[in-house]
């Protein structure tokens, strides 16, 4: 049976998406002339700044459109749903946000944006401009400690991009940017669990099956598999399964400071979120270990899968001083 959807033709649904979204935040958002896949913060690219690239898939909005505006992103490079960018329009970014100072590319970790990536970043270079890349690896459950550069990047971007962004923004150098786009990497953990699947819309049929009585630990945010299906428990217990593992690899001590990303996957509701967020809130007091910031809500979704992520971001002077940075982009704000 197919979903529902608020779409006309499914392979327009992107275009006719970023359509919509450069209507509404005309401000903060336009897109390369020629290159409608591009979309460039209107405030942030300058003379002497390192530019900062994101990008990836369509289907996890705010991600990656979100996060383009001043103090943040000056560009990013957008996807057909769950799809890398093609390299041209990532080149076209990494033009259109060249101040002769470098430019940063970021997103996460899959093998068709790996690709696509450095294709772009190789084509920059015959134009002059040097790029580098972070990746982001936050999510716990894609991979064992030991093999962390194998993990797939997830809502954890949220922290991650809003360090690089803040360096970039206060025109450190391209070295410290790519050093503290690292640290937040390393610094950033996250993990998710889904109750139902989503749908592409294409097809409009969910892409993996659960019961109606079950739970996915770890998945993906594009249905990939977890580590563990479980039947389905309670929002403490739920919550406390996710801690368990993003403590246990964190170690944090009595004392440390983080800041939380309760973030939903598309359908679950704010009800719910902050009925875990209460929970991450109680199992942090119980170990010492102080909220400097938090936000509940839609960040990094998968179109209207139900389920939710939770992030832990480690925070030490330096990456709290980029956390609190200011930045106005089209769907957050911060400072």
Same mark, same amino acid.
């Given at each position: 049976?197919?979903?529902?959807?608020?779409?006309? +033709?499914?392979?327009?649904?992107?275009?006719?998406?970023?359509?919509?979204?450069?209507? !509404?935040?005309?401000?903060?958002?336009?897109? =390369?002339?020629?290159?409608?896949?591009?979309i460039?913060?209107?405030?942030?690219?300058?003379?002497?700044?390192?530019?900062?690239?994101?990008?990836?898939?369509?289907?996890?909005?705010?991600?990656?459109?979100?996060?383009?505006?001043?103090?943040?992103?000056?560009?990013?490079?957008?996807?057909?749903?769950?799809?890398?960018?093609?390299?041209?329009?990532?080149?076209?970014?990494?033009?259109?946000?060249?101040?002769?100072?470098?430019?940063?590319?970021m997103?996460g970790?899959?093998?068709?944006? =790996?690709?696509?990536?450095?294709?772009?970043?190789?084509?920059?270079?015959?134009?002059?401009?040097?790029?580098?890349?972070?990746?982001?690896?936050?999510?716990?459950?894609?991979?064992?400690?030991?093999?962390?550069?194998k993990?797939?990047?997830?809502?954890?971007?949220?922290?991650i991009?809003?360090?690089?962004?803040?360096?970039?923004?206060?025109?450190?150098?391209?070295?410290?940017?790519?050093?503290?786009?690292?640290? !937040?990497?390393?610094?950033?953990?996250?993990?998710?669990?889904?109750?139902?699947?989503?749908?592409?819309?294409?097809?409009?049929?969910?892409?993996?099956?659960?019961?109606?009585?079950?739970?996915?630990?770890?998945?993906?945010?594009?249905?990939?598999?977890?580590?563990?299906?479980?039947?389905?428990?309670?929002?403490?217990?739920?919550?406390n399964?996710?801690?368990?593992?993003?403590? +246990?690899?964190?170690?944090?001590?009595?004392?440390?400071?983080?800041?939380v990303?309760?973030?939903?996957?598309?359908?679950?509701?704010?009800?719910?979120?902050?009925?875990?967020?209460?929970?991450?809130?109680?199992?942090?007091?119980?170990?010492?270990?102080?909220?400097?910031?938090?936000?509940?809500?839609?960040?990094?979704?998968?179109?209207?899968?139900?389920?939710?992520?939770?992030?832990?971001?480690r925070?030490?002077?330096?990456?709290?001083?980029?956390?609190?940075?200011?930045?106005?982009?089209?769907?957050?704000?911060?400072?």
């Open positions: 049976m197919q979903t529902k959807k608020i779409i006309n +033709d499914g392979n327009r649904a992107v275009d006719e998406m970023l359509e919509g979204i450069l209507a !509404a935040h005309p401000r903060h958002l336009k897109s =390369v002339e020629g290159s409608p896949r591009s460039v913060a209107r405030d942030g690219p300058r003379q002497g700044k390192v530019g900062l690239v994101i990008g990836g898939g369509s289907g996890h909005e705010p991600s990656f459109l979100g996060f383009v505006g001043k103090g943040l992103a000056d560009a990013a490079a957008i996807g057909n749903v769950f799809a890398s960018p093609p390299p041209d329009p990532i080149l076209e970014c990494a033009k259109a946000v060249s101040g002769g100072a470098g430019v940063l590319f997103y970790n899959y093998a068709g944006d =790996v690709m696509n990536f450095d294709m772009a970043a190789e084509m920059a270079a015959m134009d002059d401009i040097e790029v580098r890349t972070v990746l982001s690896t936050d999510d716990v459950a894609s991979a064992p400690r030991d093999q962390r550069h993990r797939r990047g997830v809502a954890g971007n949220f922290f991009f809003k360090a690089a962004g803040a360096a970039c923004d206060r025109m450190l150098s391209f070295d410290e940017c790519e050093r503290i786009a690292g640290k !937040a990497n390393d610094h950033t953990f996250t993990m998710g669990v889904a109750l139902s699947p989503c749908s592409l819309p294409q097809t409009r049929r969910p892409n993996f099956e659960i019961g109606p009585d079950e739970m996915e630990i770890g998945m993906g945010i594009h249905g990939e598999p977890g580590i563990a299906r479980e039947k389905l428990k309670t929002a403490d217990e739920i919550t399964e996710m801690l368990d593992r993003i403590l +246990d690899e964190m170690a944090p001590a009595r004392g440390d400071k983080v800041a990303l309760v973030n939903s996957l598309g359908s679950t509701p704010l009800m719910e979120l902050y009925i875990m967020n209460r929970r991450v809130k109680q199992r942090l007091d119980e170990i010492g270990v102080s909220i400097h910031a938090s936000w509940v809500g839609n960040y990094c979704t998968s179109l209207e899968m139900a389920g939710a992520s939770i992030t832990l971001h925070l030490d002077g330096e990456l709290q001083t980029m956390l609190d940075h200011p930045c106005d982009c089209a769907m957050f704000r911060a400072g």
